[in-house]
């Protein structure tokens, strides 16, 4: 399951919207081993597509070296479909490369409505997860019910 924060799927959401018709992609840091997304990267998608993503080579290293410094993995990977469901391509299977990340699908093409759905892609095997949105992970059910939300 994914319990993430209301702001940041308004983000994510805000963030499909903007670059819509192309897709829109990014990422979402957290505390190694915590499952819990807290940062959110906008990233450029380097294919500026309405039907295609990639993040761009130099800023996925910048970023990805940003969360080793910070003892951050990514915990959720998101883009946008612009014109389908929100249901990974197979494209987006064969570029899935982390294991523990969860992969956010956000579908704007209802103009009046957002899909968001989350999935965990694993050796090509794709598995929806339930989507847990809480104001607060203070008492989310995160298995870290005691520790307070980091500012």
């Keep these: 399951m994914l319990v993430i924060r ?81 249901y990974p391509s197979r494209t987006d299977v064969s570029y899935a490369s982390e294991p523990h990340a969860h992969y956010v699908l956000v579908s704007t093409r209802d103009p009046q409505t957002h899909e968001l759905r989350s999935y965990r892609i694993l050796d090509g095997q794709v598995t929806e997860e339930p989507v847990e949105v809480v104001e607060s992970y203070m008492f989310a059910h995160t298995g870290s019910d005691e520790v307070p939300d980091r500012d």
């Design 6 to 86: 209301r702001d940041l799927v308004d983000a994510m959401v805000a963030h499909a919207r903007r670059d819509h018709p192309d897709e829109a992609c990014g990422v979402i840091a957290g505390p190694e081993g915590s499952d819990r997304p807290e940062r959110l990267v906008e990233m450029i998608n380097a294919e500026r597509s309405p039907t295609f993503y990639r993040f761009d080579s130099a800023e996925q290293l910048q970023v990805w070296r940003g969360m080793d410094s910070a003892d951050e993995e990514p915990v959720v990977i998101y883009h946008s479909h612009t014109s389908t469901e929100a």
